[in-house]
């Protein structure tokens, strides 16, 4: 924790909030920023203090911040049956340890618009409870879901076009 | 139930318990569509490829120390 690590709660504050302003300042390339600020989060394993104190900034929305809810009208008819069902991913287990494919995973993770990409981390590396993520970030309980829906479906085309329909080869 | 819902609803059964309901629908649904059930292993996939991340992170700010 991060308290244990720096010893100094004041200390543990400043970092919260060095981490907090290298969020909102690195703002026009999203999508690197959003990595520096996880990283610096995991870097300072201050987590756990974000998690007890609500304390977290939403990152600003820009142009391509949304999914738009027809993005997989072609993978379903109009009864909502798959028309193009899923791929069978081959060898996945070995896709979670080969290097290139860990290129592909974190690519198709910064693709996704900021805000979906920070609600899926929360939720998926930091593993935040649903409930505490959207108290934060003042979203409510459907409109989160809403987004962590978008956010893996996005993914999971993201995926499956660029690693498992080549045959997980470059 | 049809797959749109079906998926939506694996999506939400990875961050909060479904209703008995829910997941009696669901499993149903699964036991007649591969696709669905295709599409949860990929989901579920994905959980693991973000812990994955999260150890390569780690591991990163670790070695910068």
Known sequence: MALLQLHDEARADDVVQDVMAAALTASHDGHSSLRTWLGGILKHKIVDLIRRESRFVTLAADDNDEIPENAWDDLFDDRGHWSQGPLSWRQPDEALTDRQFQQIFDLCCERLPRRHAQLFMMREVMDMAIDDICKQLEVSATNCSVILYRARMSLRLCLEQNWFATGGSR | ?65
């Open chain 2, 1 to 65: 139930m049809h797959c749109r819902k079906a998926t939506r609803l694996l999506s939400e059964a990875m961050d909060r318990p479904l209703s008995l309901g829910e997941r009696a629908a669901l499993y149903y649904h699964l036991g007649l569509c591969r696709h669905c059930r295709q599409f949860s292993r990929q989901v579920q996939f994905m959980r693991e490829a973000t812990r994955r991340l999260r150890q390569r992170l780690d591991q990163d700010t670790d070695e910068s120390h």
